[in-house]
């Protein structure tokens, strides 16, 4: 059976959001975390933080009060697209926070420090598996959460890639093939909340995720996925 209570970290995520929609219409308990207290939809309980570090033991409660949660990390920043987009300093110090950082320290202590989350399941990119000039530090900053995680060991993961979402932080990328809309994602994570390990967002993304493995990367870098 699919687990009741949802956590969901980085709720203010165009992917989060069509997530919840479909949880409360399946009559999951849903716990949304972010530092928006806007959130389009309403959650059976809404928590807004100021920073996840400073605002931890706020998380650790409220994921501490529920039975068998699992927790969901959407958190995600994106900003490069070369040659059209070249990140800041500034911009590439938040995509290391945002897509590493964050999910992997409030994993390694809710981990170590709470006995009762069924598992913990992370959003993660195809650019993981190589990264490659075009987004290199978005990659970059995947890569190393899929491998800390691994590392880490939590009870229960799931690690879901995908390759892109039409999402307003990604609107000026070329759809490449298997681009999905937000709502598919949504649905298809939550079809995969009982899978374990690294999941691929679709069969054909399972077998170009393959080919980028073995292939070196002068080649990876001619992949618009």
Known sequence: ???????VIGSSSELATEFIKLCLQKSKYVIS???SDNNQIKTDRHIQIQNYFNDYLMIKNEVRKLSNPTVIFFNGFLAENRNFQFPT????????EINFAIPYVLSHKLNNEL???NKFIYISTMAAIKPRYKNF???LSKNKLEES??????SCFLIMRYGK????????????PFTLSVNKAAEILYENLESKGIKFASFGLFLLGKLIELLPMKIVRKIKV
């Open 1 to 7: 059976m699919v687990n009741q209570e949802i956590v």
């Open 149 to 154: 995680i691994k590392y880490l060991k939590p």
């Open 137 to 139: 530090i978005y990659g």
């Open 115 to 117: 006995d009762n989350i």
């Open 33 to 35: 975390i972010s530092r």
């Open 165 to 176: 979402i039409r999402t307003k932080m990604s609107e000026n990328h070329t759809d490449p």
């Open 89 to 96: 300093k500034e911009e590439v110090v938040k995509t290391d």
